[in-house]
């Protein structure tokens, strides 16, 4: 419980200067753009967009003087906040710019800087929600967030995983596993069906352990997202009904119509955790499976990843929404995923838009209270010079960040 206690002191007392965040009011407060997307696949010209008690109360086109409370974004697209739907916000390179692991020696207060600091990086960055799964440290950054103690995105987390092992792998001890993170407060369960892609990727659950883990989330009211590489790692998850699959590099045509045809959000990874590992080798080389035939792999893997955005793009019905799987290095790169998409992926700007932002909410849950720019939604906001959907990099360079009707940034000649 010290410990505990330490860490939310350390977040409190070493990062809260970089915030200058500034209070949601509750008097109305106007943003006027040159443009807006709504989230949900519309455009429009110059708006003004009314906020007051931390949520959207009115969008209207901007015509007549400026208001005295307003804030002026000319030339700039407001779009809602950005979310990303697999991250790892406690994963970060240590003072010896390797990746930290529990025998590094680095202390829990130094730990707990790196979370902060991960998590402040994502929200400048315009991610404004983000899931974090993998990781019990979530459950402390998560509270210090809510209590704006530190500057974050909303923060959703699984606080661990299952694999076929979980309590000996019998359908009951998987399924008081997903009870035992329901009681800690996790938000999601977070399975993993496959093995890595530096292990191969090949399915590790059988139909019994995946229908007792995402079956008993299902009963707790719980989503469950399920790491999965292999075609039939998929097949095996959507029988199970589970929520969401993670990676599915090794997807193929019957496994996304599968998909589509149950409903299954789909978050496949364009680039940014491959290019992540193999540009920065010595940070993650020697550690577990980080070794020369996982990079080999890693390498084989890029162009599959990039085909397969394009194929879950063209899949009829298929639901792809966004997750980066953002590790140590790629905190507040998470929009060069998007710009993989793109460029790589072949899909159109609006819809990699859409996947991070509505269809992401949805996918969470969340669909009434974040992801679009619509009068009763929360008052996640950000801006970019020009317009996205004519160059999207312009997101990798956002210069308004608003949660909640809280503003963290706001540099618009950036």
Known sequence: MRTRRALCGLLLLGVMPLASALPAQSVATVIRVSSLIDGAGAQRGPSDVEVRDGRIV?????????????????????????????????????????????????????????????????????????????????????????????????????????????????????????????????????????????????????????????????????????????????????????????????????????????????DPQCGLVFRNYLDNRPRFDGIGNYNAAGFAAMERALPLAERGIRDAYAARGLKMVFGTDAVAGAHGRNADELVCRVRQGGQSAMAAITSATSLAAESMGLEREIGRIAPGYAADLIAVSGNPLDDIERLTRVTFVMKGGVIYRNDPRR
């Open 58 to 266: 009115a969008v209207r086109d901007a015509v007549g003087a400026l208001p005295t409370n307003a804030v002026e974004l000319s030339g700039h697209t407001l779009l809602p906040g950005l979310i990303d739907t697999h991250v790892h916000l406690a994963w970060y390179v240590n003072a010896q710019d390797r990746l930290h692991t529990a025998s590094d020696g680095e202390s829990a207060q130094i730990q707990a800087l790196n979370w902060a600091a991960n998590a402040w990086a994502t929200l400048r960055a315009g991610f404004t929600t983000v899931q974090s799964i993998g990781e019990p440290e979530n459950k402390w950054l998560r509270k210090a967030i809510t209590r704006r103690l530190i500057p974050g995105p909303r923060l959703l987390t699984s606080l661990g995983s299952l694999n076929e092992r979980t309590g000996g792998g019998s359908p009951d001890s998987l399924r008081a596993a997903v009870r035992r993170f329901k009681a800690e407060g996790a938000d999601v369960i977070k399975i993993f069906a496959s093995a890595s892609i530096r292990d191969g990727g090949a399915p590790t659950m059988t139909d019994a352990q995946l229908d007792a883990a995402c079956g008993e989330a299902r009963a707790l009211g719980l989503r469950s997202i399920v790491h999965a590489h292999a075609a039939e790692a998929i097949a095996r998850a959507v029988r199970a009904r589970c929520t969401q699959v993670e990676h599915g590099v090794f997807a193929d045509s019957t496994a996304r119509a599968v998909m589509a045809m149950a409903g299954t959000y789909f």
